[in-house]
């Protein structure tokens, strides 16, 4: 039966033109089975033959559906570590660990106190991540309290 398979893809490979099959050699030795791709040496013997086909270089299309699924992969990768918060950048890279907008909110009239606090902390708990510590929360919940008048 396994001759047959391997006659099967001899003939197979004569037929498709490739004239570049090349054979694998499983061999025995005192030490273990090995595969190589020449002949076993003189202490070892042949336990089996495989020919093998290499695989044919990919097409221009291939290729192109290649780089579509790689830049798929890589925006859905990015979507997930939005989603899952995994794609903060490391305080180590910002300027403060605890930026405030205040400078931008304070310039627009229409903004109150009130406002500007709730803004302060979601910036700032955004910045943080999930290193947010209580003594933090709790500092930014009273600068909100404090400044819509309910504390």
């Known amino acids: 039966m396994r001759r047959i398979v391997i006659a099967a893809c001899v003939a197979a490979v004569f037929q498709s033109g490739v004239t570049h099959a090349q054979t694998l050699y499983k061999c025995a030795s005192p030490t273990g089975h090995s595969y190589q791709q020449s002949p ?4 070892s013997r042949t336990l089996d033959t495989l020919v093998t086909i290499p695989e044919a270089p990919p097409s221009a299309a291939q290729l192109v559906q ?5 830049e798929q992969d890589r925006a859905e990768s990015a979507f ?5 918060g995994t794609d903060q950048m490391p305080s180590s890279y ?3 660990r605890y930026a405030r907008p ?3 909110i304070a310039r627009n009239p229409h903004e109150d106190g009130c406002q500007l606090a709730k803004a302060t902390r979601r910036s700032t708990l955004e910045a943080v991540g999930f290193k ?3 003594d ?5 919940d009273d600068e909100v309290r404090t400044a819509c008048g309910r504390g």
């Open 132 to 134: 947010r510590t209580f």
């Open 80 to 84: 997930l570590s939005h989603v899952a």
């Open 102 to 104: 205040a400078a931008r």
């Open 40 to 43: 076993c040496a003189g202490a």
């Open 66 to 70: 290649r780089a579509r699924k790689a």
């Open 94 to 96: 910002r300027g403060s």
């Open 136 to 140: 933090l929360l709790r500092r930014l």
